[in-house]
Nanobody, 117 residues
């Protein structure tokens, strides 16, 4: 059974930091492209950051220089370090594991991030 379990969300003041974690099980983690997505109320889900099995990384422009995605293949876990948080970063953040080669696509349950004073 595949599981993606996010943690690390919460309430933080503007300018603060949070570190999200996504622990996976049931997949060969190193084979998958891992991504962090977010969905704010009334908006579509968007890709925030992705890291391929080869370590190639991409970010949405709005988080460049503030967020850092990383993965630990030994721990089957992907992280999202979020610094200099802004109110517009408020959303539910979802972890995704994707392997187009085997047509696999899995999602976590999401973790709420709220940036407010």
């Amino acid at each position: 059974q595949v599981q993606l379990v996010e943690s690390g969300g919460g309430l933080v003041q503007p300018g603060g930091s949070l570190r999200l974690s996504c622990a996976t099980s049931g997949i060969i983690f190193s084979f998958y492209t891992m991504g962090w997505y977010r969905q704010a109320p009334g908006k579509q889900r968007e890709l925030v950051a992705g890291i391929s099995s080869a370590g190639n990384i991409n970010y949405v422009d709005s988080v460049l220089g503030r967020f850092t995605i990383s993965r630990d293949n030994a721990k089957n876990t992907v992280y999202l370090q979020m610094n200099s948080l802004k109110p517009e970063d408020t959303a539910v953040y979802y972890c995704n594991a994707a392997s187009p080669r085997i047509r696999a696509d899995y999602w976590g349950q999401g973790t709420q991030v709220t940036v407010s004073s």
